[in-house]
């Protein structure tokens, strides 16, 4: 299921893209096209919009989330009805969310109205990342708030009243208790939101249809594949693409993950 794909994909990038007649192999002719050829300023281009999509998002995602995972965290009349409101948004699809924001943030709409200001949101470069990072970060925050509440559920009250006796705020608490026990439950859910945001296609496709340098590496396989027929530059770009995720993952786990693991591992002995 996973591996005849990928083998498949990457066995045709090896090929080349003449309309009309059999695919002549090439070797890394589209690889090089890619990397250093015609299609380079647009795939490159295309990589710092991903990488300034995923750590702008992330950063935002996991100070909100972490924020919503608190406040659903503590024990007030209408807790249950708060924990699902804030769910809402991630279970909307995203393609609805993108069309959502995409009227909201419309010259006309209501972010310009509540602003006094008529702000082209997806008329120019800046201000249409700024409205798809908005975007991205209002669905999938509720997520990383999931996972932390998660997390936090599991640290006994116990913890909390022994750090109240001893005198510690607030703030203090959060340092020294809550984020080192929820750490392992932070560093899972950025990870997975680290894997959707350097795969993003469907919300900058309906907000720009990368236009104003939002176009994304997802977009662009797309692009060659489907919209200008170009099977073998699509599967290198493809295979680009899952090298690039798959390294930033594993460097990830192997740095975090490991450290996580080995504090556990440290305070179980």
């Known amino acids: 299921m996973i591996g005849y794909p990928v083998v498949r994909a990457l066995i045709r990038s090896l090929y080349g893209d003449r309309i009309g007649t059999e695919p002549q192999f090439i070797g890394l002719q589209n690889y090089l096209e890619v990397l250093v050829g015609s299609e380079a300023p647009g795939f490159w281009s295309a990589l710092s919009t991903t990488l300034f999509f995923t750590v702008t998002t992330l ?3 996991l100070v909100i989330g972490v924020a919503m995972a608190l406040v659903m965290n503590r024990a007030f009349r209408g807790r249950g009805i708060v924990r699902a409101v804030v769910l809402v948004p991630w279970a909307i699809p995203t393609a609805v969310c993108a069309v959502l924001w995409r009227w909201t943030f419309d ?5 310009n109205h509540l602003i006094g200001q ?6 120019s470069e ?5 409205a798809i990072i908005f975007a991205d970060t209002w ?11 998660a997390g936090l559920q599991t640290i006994s009250q116990e913890i909390y009243e022994a750090a109240r006796v001893d005198g510690a ?5 959060f340092f020294t208790i809550i984020l080192p026990l929820v750490r392992p439950a932070i560093v899972v859910a950025v990870l997975f939101r680290m894997l959707d945001v350097l795969r993003i296609y469907d919300l900058p496709q309906i907000f720009t249809h990368g236009a104003n340098n939002t176009e994304t590496l ?3 396989v797309v692009e060659q594949s489907i919209g200008n027929l170009k099977a073998g530059l699509g599967s290198a770009l493809s295979t680009l693409t899952f090298l690039i995720v798959f390294a930033i993952a594993f460097l990830y786990i192997r740095v975090l993950g490991a450290r996580v693991m080995g504090d556990r591992d440290g305070g179980i002995e």
Do not use: D, H, Y
């Open 59 to 61: 950063l935002l995602e």
């Open 107 to 111: 010259a006309n709409g209501i972010v």
């Open 118 to 123: 008529q702000i082209l949101w997806t008329g």
């Open 126 to 130: 800046w201000p249409a990342k700024w």
């Open 139 to 149: 669905k999938t925050a509720p997520f990383i708030a999931l996972l932390v509440l």
């Open 169 to 173: 705020g607030a703030v203090r608490r």
């Open 218 to 220: 997802s977009m662009i």
